[in-house]
């Protein structure tokens, strides 16, 4: 059973920063993509960064876009999205999902191509 379990986020002031961490269990990922999603109060889902498990190729929204940066550690079998320049835009709940490589590096803002996703961590940012 593929499970995605986040974990970092927290309190920052405008300007901060924090590192949010995706531990994901159930399988190699061996071609999957590993992405972050957000959602605030009152929107919907929306999409944040992408990377290729097996190659490191990285996609960004562009809301965050020199300010985020996604990574992973496949021998930790962890997922990471450091944040700098926070915004108070960026308050969500953050979420983490996996999906299979049948869309290769396509379509990755759409949520609904992803397969599995964790139950979210909040990132608050004070302005």
């Known amino acids: 059973q593929v499970q995605l379990v986040e974990s970092g986020g927290g309190l920052a002031q405008t300007g901060g920063s924090l590192r949010l961490s995706c531990a994901a269990s159930g399988s190699t990922f061996s071609g999957y993509i590993l992405g972050w999603f957000r959602q605030a109060p009152g929107k919907e889902r929306e999409f944040v960064a992408a990377i290729h498990w097996s190659g490191g190729m990285t996609y960004y929204a562009n809301s965050v876009k020199g300010r985020f940066t996604i990574s992973r550690d496949n021998a930790k079998n962890t997922v990471y999205l450091q944040m700098d320049s926070l915004k108070p835009e960026d308050t969500a709940v953050y979420y983490c999902?996996?999906?299979?490589?049948?869309?290769?590096?396509?379509?990755?803002?759409?949520?609904?191509?992803?397969?599995?996703w964790g139950r979210g961590t909040q990132v608050t940012v004070s302005s």
């Open positions: 999902a996996a999906r299979t490589g049948r869309y290769y590096f396509t379509n990755l803002e759409r949520s609904e191509t992803y397969d599995y």
